[in-house]
């Protein structure tokens, strides 16, 4: 069963969202093994009715689309790095956002015959790839350069079943807000499906909140802070590629929208 559930969860990646709001935490606590690639290409659709000034809910509205490439490779079975890249449009602002790359590395792994316990730690880097525009709400992002640093505790299960939680910090240069990200999953990896719940928080240290004086707003200084759950699931269509669904909600934050986000995507593993 170990070698069934271990297959299935090298083939399966929970990737990360980049985009404005990102979800899921920026690594899983699956791994591929040496040599192996796996190619996930996704796209989305947000649809927010509503949006925090501050902490202060509003009317405003936006609907955002979404088109995503992530990638992952297997230095060894203990290092993986991956890299992604979004297309994102609003309001006929759109363009490519922003790159990441993320190195992972499992540090620890205690195995027994029904579970095991794993430690992992990863850092990574991203940065705007277009020179999009900042100055209003419907703006793709921040141009922020971040550094990450994340921790992740991964339990799983010999029948698939698993827990994880991941935090760390993120170091933003220039004017934008530093801040604090957790994420918390619980989800069941099988030989025939994979499905898990997240919940994704984030909290920014200081910076202003929209339509704060005096004008004109300088967008990099924003704090965006938010609490999100979701799901996701994923199911195998072949040997090598699979569909995935994944649901969200932005429940409350601080300058942020909230609605419900939705992304389908297809997998292939190399």
């Known amino acids: 069963m170990w070698k069934q559930v271990i297959k ?3 083939f399966i990646l929970i990737f990360s969202n980049c985009y404005f709001i990102s979800a899921q935490g920026i690594i899983s606590g699956f791994y591929n093994k040496k040599a192996e690639t796996t190619l996930v290409v996704g796209a ?11 902490k202060e809910k509003s009317d405003l509205s936006r609907n955002l689309y979404s088109i995503s490439v992530f990638g992952i490779y297997g230095i060894n079975e203990r290092l993986n790095i991956q890299a992604s ?9 759109n363009g490519l956002q922003d790159a990441q790359f993320v190195l992972k590395y499992k ?14 730690f990863a850092t990574g880097f991203s940065f705007n790839v277009g020179n999009y525009n900042l100055g209003g709400l419907n703006d793709l992002g921040q141009q922020a350069k971040i550094l990450e640093t994340r921790a992740l505790v991964h339990y799983q299960k010999k029948s698939g079943w698993f827990i994880n939680l991941q935090s760390g910090f993120s170091f933003k240069f220039e004017e934008v807000p530093n801040s604090l990200p957790v994420t918390f999953k619980l989800g069941k990896a099988s030989a025939k499906s994979y499905f898990d719940f997240w919940y994704d928080f984030q909290h920014a240290f200081g910076g202003i909140n929209y339509l704060e004086t ?8 924003f704090g965006a802070s938010y609490h999100k759950v979701g799901g996701t699931y994923h199911f195998p269509i072949s040997k090598k590629s699979g569909i995935y669904i994944a649901p969200s909600y932005v429940i409350t934050g601080r300058n942020v929208f909230q609605g419900f986000a939705y992304h389908v995507g297809w997998t292939y593993q190399m």
């Open 8 to 10: 299935i969860s090298c």
């Open 44 to 54: 989305g659709f947000e649809d927010s009715k509503s949006y925090f000034i501050g």
């Open 107 to 120: 540090a620890v792994q205690k195995a027994w015959k029904t579970d095991k316990l794993e430690l992992s």
């Open 214 to 221: 005096p004008a004109p707003q300088n967008f990099k200084r």
């Open 85 to 93: 890249l979004p297309y994102l449009s609003s309001n006929k602002q």
